[in-house]
């Protein structure tokens, strides 16, 4: 199941406890995906952050944000 049906799956009336198990999978999901979007971001080189228009003070900054936090 693609995140976009999670989310489409979520807006639906659910019984309470699969209401809860979604949110939590869809929270899972969203933590991992800022974790390897922040990893990925440590490794890029100065001409790669340039190129997408971060400083590398940007992306230290971002990168060692914990997953949970947005």
Same mark, same amino acid.
């Given at each position: ?7 489409? @799956? !979520? ?5 309470? $406890?699969?209401?809860?198990?979604? &949110?939590?999978?869809? *929270? ?12 990925? @971001? !440590? ?5 790669? $952050?340039?190129?997408?228009?971060? &400083?590398?003070?940007? *992306? ?11």
């Amino acid at each position: 199941m693609s995140l976009t049906d999670a989310f489409a @799956l !979520s807006a639906r009336p659910l019984p309470p $406890l699969s209401r809860v198990a979604i &949110t939590l999978a869809l *929270a899972i999901a969203t933590w991992e995906l800022r974790h390897k979007t922040r990893k990925h @971001l !440590s490794q890029l080189t100065s001409d790669q $952050l340039h190129d997408i228009g971060l &400083t590398q003070t940007n *992306a230290e900054s971002e990168s060692a944000k914990p997953f949970w936090r947005a």
